[in-house]
């Protein structure tokens, strides 16, 4: 489990083992953009503002999951901070 601080709806998130990030937030009421729900496509992707992340997509380039992650499939560690 990681927990995600949400910055714009001002929200803290906890997910667990077996649930996705992105499902997290949806069920947390914050409106939310997808598609693939795999890591290819990029519509789930958010600003990360600090943290440690699991990085598991194949869309964003290395240098970009310093600032972004894929809600979808990838996950936090501890805790992160998304702009969402
Ligand atoms: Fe496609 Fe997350 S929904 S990368």
Redesign the pocket.
């Known amino acids: 489990p990681f927990t995600a601080k949400c910055l714009k709806s001002q929200k803290t998130v906890e997910v667990e083992e077996g649930q996705s990030l992105?499902q997290a937030l949806l069920d947390a009421g914050i409106d939310m953009d997808?598609?693939?729900?795999?890591?290819?496509?990029?519509?789930?992707v958010v600003p990360l503002v600090s943290g440690e992340v699991d990085h598991q997509?194949e869309?964003l380039m290395d240098d970009e999951h310093e600032t972004h992650m894929?809600?979808?499939?990838s996950r936090g560690i501890g805790e992160i901070e998304i702009d969402v």
């Open positions: 992105l997808y598609s693939c729900e795999g890591g290819v496509c990029g519509t789930c997509d869309f894929t809600t979808c499939v």
